[in-house]
């Protein structure tokens, strides 16, 4: 896994965007697999801006979701799927046969995970995941002791993410469950790049890149992965042993 330290917040999101816009114009039938959440935004921002202004062509990418909250509709404002919508696919004009988000409100959410799964497989594989981490060390809603072993799946979610999953919602909300890429998919998408930014999540960024690699904090699991980025930016950074974050400066 490489390491990448940003001065900033700003600095930290066009490193990503970038990320982004060089993948699709280098395979402009890219499939793509993206998080929610606050820590992506500004980066969805600048790469519809940047895309728009270059005329980067999207009509050939596939957007493949990474996560939903189970029960929760897709025009409930607080929903993964809302998030892309309003943020990336309706202002880069995606047509909805690219789009392949959960049914999160399936009554057979088994049938979507292995709808999903063949999906993927269809499609050849993930080849950029942008991925956010939880309070807890969850990616996606692989949520601590989650098993590895898994494809898509329903997980029961961890109280700190229904707790801070909040957050999204304009009123309180029951959450419960999730539903997930596992870790046998993201491990095998072509390139993972991990962002967090802010001071409150050095504590697990720090458990992520020093703690032996556990289940525990799922996140920490990319670091087996041959191909993956953690982009920080400094605050989120901060907390690391001298001789992690030196990693970064001989990337
Ligand atoms: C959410 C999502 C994740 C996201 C993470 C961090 O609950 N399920 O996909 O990456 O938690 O969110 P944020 O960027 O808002 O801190």
């Given at each position: 896994m490489n390491l990448k330290i940003f001065d900033s917040p700003e600095a930290l999101a066009e490193a990503a965007a970038d990320e982004l816009f060089s993948c699709v114009k280098e395979k402009p039938a890219s499939i793509l697999c993206l998080a929610t959440g606050d820590t992506p935004l500004k980066t969805y921002q600048i790469l519809v801006d940047r895309s728009i202004a270059n005329g980067?062509?999207?009509?050939s990418v596939h957007f493949v979701g990474l996560d939903e909250w189970v029960g929760v509709p897709s025009h409930n404002s607080g929903s993964c799927a809302y998030f892309l919508r309003r943020n990336l696919f309706d202002p880069l004009n995606i047509v909805e046969d690219r789009i392949h988000l959960f049914d999160a409100v399936s009554p057979d959410l088994n049938s979507a995970c292995t709808k999903m799964d063949n999906l993927i497989a269809g499609l050849g594989g993930i080849d950029l995941m942008i991925v956010g981490i939880g309070m807890n060390g969850h990616v996606g809603f692989n949520e601590p002791g989650v098993s590895l072993e898994l494809n898509c799946h329903v997980i029961e979610l961890d109280e700190v993410t229904k707790d801070i999953g909040q957050k999204y919602f304009d009123e309180r909300i029951q959450l419960e469950a999730g539903i997930t890429l596992g870790f046998q998919n993201i491990m095998k998408a072509k390139k993972v790049i991990l962002m967090a930014n802010g001071l409150k999540k050095a504590d697990i960024i720090k458990r992520m890149l020093e703690e032996p690699i556990s289940e525990r904090c799922p996140a920490s699991i990319l670091r087996k992965h041959q191909k993956s980025c953690t982009f920080l930016d400094s605050p989120a950074a901060s907390k690391l042993s001298p001789v992690i974050a030196r990693v970064s400066s001989s990337n």
């Open positions: 980067l062509d999207f009509s």
